[in-house]
């Protein structure tokens, strides 16, 4: 962001929360335990003090208290802590954006996207929300209305997520059937934030998938040097790795993912031999 005002204690809770459930939903595609640490402020007009009316404070309180029940895993009680912000003040879009993360963490889409909606009505500038809705939307497959808000949340120049957008436009390109158009957003990606796990593995998995191998593997590798490495990102840097014939590099994720991850699905497919799982 540009502008120099210091977020409140809420703004920086609702944006470790926005990565949160951002990652839920990432990892429960990917199976890539982990994310890159920090998390993107969002990018809506700056709050200042005249805009905090006693009614927005108070908003503000219940607010930062649902989101830390939210982190806790306690759904019910974030809702009820909403229901009493959105009393208090019904104009405040962070409140929709989060209910919205809410209810697509219970998978109730009709009413997470209803509730992305409200938020994006009342801060049309909110990037946040629009990488939220965009997930959403690609999750029920509808990938064009996904895009436009994925673009809509790149549009704001203010926008400090941006790799976590691209990578994840990215993704729902490649579950569109557009390998063009993920492979360019995922290298962008991948070019802003090289430490960022599920981005890595998911633009070496789509190489790896297209033959690019050589490619494949300088990015794989990279990630399992490193102690994000998994039992996902092991088992495909051994494919690539095989493809390469490069059996020495192959014996050695081999027994990395037997020593550290030996009852997961990928050990046992590398134990079979099973290339194709």
Same mark, same amino acid.
Request: hydrophobic share 40%; aromatic share 8%; proline share 2%.
């Given at each position: 962001m540009?502008?120099t005002?210091?977020?409140t ?14 990652c ?6 990917f199976?890539?335990?982990?994310c ?23 908003? @503000? ?20 802590e ?7 003040d019904p104009?405040?879009?962070e409140?929709?954006?989060?209910r ?44 064009d209305e ?12 203010q926008?400090?997520?941006?790799s ?12 569109a ?18 430490g960022?796990p ?8 789509l ?22 490495a998994n ?15 490069d059996?020495?590099?192959? @014996? ?10 030996g ?13 194709d799982?």
């Open positions: 540009t502008n005002a210091r977020p204690q809420a703004a920086r809770a609702i944006a470790a929360a926005q990565l949160l459930a951002a839920l939903g990432l990892v429960s595609v199976g890539l335990a982990g890159a640490s920090g998390a993107s402020k969002a990018a809506a007009d700056p709050v200042t003090a005249a805009d905090d009316s006693d009614a927005r404070k108070r908003a @503000r309180v219940r607010l930062e208290l649902a989101v830390g029940y939210f982190e806790q895993g306690k759904t019910d009680i974030a809702l009820e909403l229901k009493q912000t959105l009393t208090i104009t405040l879009g409140a929709y954006n989060m919205g993360l809410i209810y697509m963490r219970l998978g109730n889409n009709p009413a997470a996207e209803d509730s992305f909606r409200r938020s994006a009505s009342l801060n049309p500038r909110d990037a946040d929300t629009q990488h939220n809705l965009g997930w959403l939307l690609c999750q029920e497959a509808r990938y996904a895009q436009r808000s994925f673009d809509a949340a790149l549009a704001n120049p926008y400090g997520g941006r976590k957008t691209m990578m994840t436009q990215g993704v729902c390109f490649v579950r059937g557009k390998f063009d158009d993920a492979e360019r957003t995922l290298a962008r990606a991948y070019e802003l934030d090289p960022n599920v981005t890595s593995y998911n633009y070496a998995n190489l790896y998938r297209r033959g690019e191998n050589a490619r494949a593997q300088f990015i794989i590798r990279q990630l399992n040097n490193s102690e994000l039992a996902e990102s092991l088992w495909l840097g051994i494919k690539v790795e095989r493809r390469l014939s059996g020495m590099a192959m @014996r050695q994720l081999g027994e990395t993912l037997t020593k550290r991850f009852s997961s699905r990928e050990a046992r497919a590398f134990g079979r031999g099973a290339w799982e």
